[in-house]
């Protein structure tokens, strides 16, 4: 009874909860059931992705950072990986003092006020009111005013602006566009085959009219020689909690990555080994 009363409470709160436009996430346990440490919790933001890549030896010599916004992206990467050149591209210029401010700050870092496409020109953007979602693409939500108002802005290639800036290769590109991640791809054939690590946006749902879902998105760089090395950046949708994007972590087929496939070092099964035995008791 008392069981099942409590079930019914959990229950009740969660339902208030989501109404209210919380979003509850079950903490993630390892292998033993236990929770994880901290270490553990920031290796699964993007930061800690970027942490590990370096530690396994990754090195770019230069950073893209596709869909800047205010820079947040770049200056991590700023910080990771102190050699590096680094390009922003952002056409939104709202953000161009904050990107002015990454460039003062880092005399290895360039900023280009334009979106990426397959081809060069001018394109209308939708600028959404809290602008971080704005996009080529209209969003399928209604009765909001999510889409704002249409905006032309100058488009560019990014195998344009990797040579005209002569940037050298092993890069790592981080492409966050609001559903056309792939149209920013369609113009950087030569980039791609230049990339030790690419980090896309990809959704579970068609959030944008005629963008591209998540096994699109991993079809797409598995035709080009990539596979999903990580997956971060999960964001949880207030309408029902379900699951709507991630950012994916691609890394080349023959990546120094991508070496080993086995789970563990022999001596680091036989300890999970021993951690099972001694929850059932048979140790």
């Known amino acids: 009874m008392l069981a099942r009363s409590g079930a019914a409470l959990k229950s009740l709160v969660r339902k208030g ?4 436009g919380y ?4 903490m993630p346990v390892d292998a033993a059931g236990r929770p994880p440490d901290e270490a553990v919790s920031r290796r699964m933001g993007l930061e800690g992705v970027l942490e590990q890549l370096r530690r ?4 770019p010599t230069t950073i893209v950072d596709v869909g800047a916004a205010y820079g947040d ?17 952002e056409p939104l210029i709202e953000y161009k003092p904050a990107l002015d401010a990454v460039v003062a700050e880092y005399p290895r870092a360039a900023l280009r006020m334009a979106a990426a496409a397959r081809a060069p020109g ?4 939708n600028v959404h009111p809290d602008f971080v979602g704005s996009s080529f693409m209209l969003e399928t939500e209604e009765q909001t005013d999510v889409n704002g108002v249409p905006r032309e802005v100058s488009v560019t290639t990014l195998d344009e602006e990797i040579r005209k800036l002569g940037l050298p290769a ?3 590109l981080k492409v966050d566009v609001q559903g056309a991640e792939l149209e920013v791809l369609g113009g950087a ?5 230049a990339c030790d690590v690419v980090i896309l946006e990809a959704t579970l749902f068609n959030t944008f009219a005629g963008g591209p879902l998540l096994d699109e998105v991993v079809a797409f760089m598995a035709a080009r020689g990539f596979r999903v090395y ?16 991630v950012d994916l972590v691609f890394v080349p087929e023959p990546s120094p990555l991508r070496k080993h496939h086995a789970y563990a070092t022999p001596e680091q099964r036989a300890e999970q080994t021993k951690r099972f035995a001694a929850r059932l008791g048979t140790a």
């Not at 909860?17 to 209210?20: A, E, I, S």
């Not at 001018?122 to 953007?125: F, G, P, W």
């Not at 971060?232 to 709507?244: E, I, S």
């Open 17 to 20: 909860l989501v109404r209210l």
């Open 23 to 26: 979003t509850i996430v079950r």
């Open 56 to 59: 396994l030896g990754v090195e």
């Open 73 to 89: 992206f770049t200056r991590v990467c700023a910080s990771l990986f102190p050699e590096a050149r680094l390009l922003m591209l």
């Open 122 to 125: 001018v394109r209308t953007i």
């Open 170 to 172: 092993r890069m790592l």
């Open 189 to 193: 054939g030569a980039t791609l085959r």
């Open 230 to 245: 990580d997956i971060t950046g999960h964001l949880y949708r207030p309408l029902d909690g379900a699951l709507m994007q």
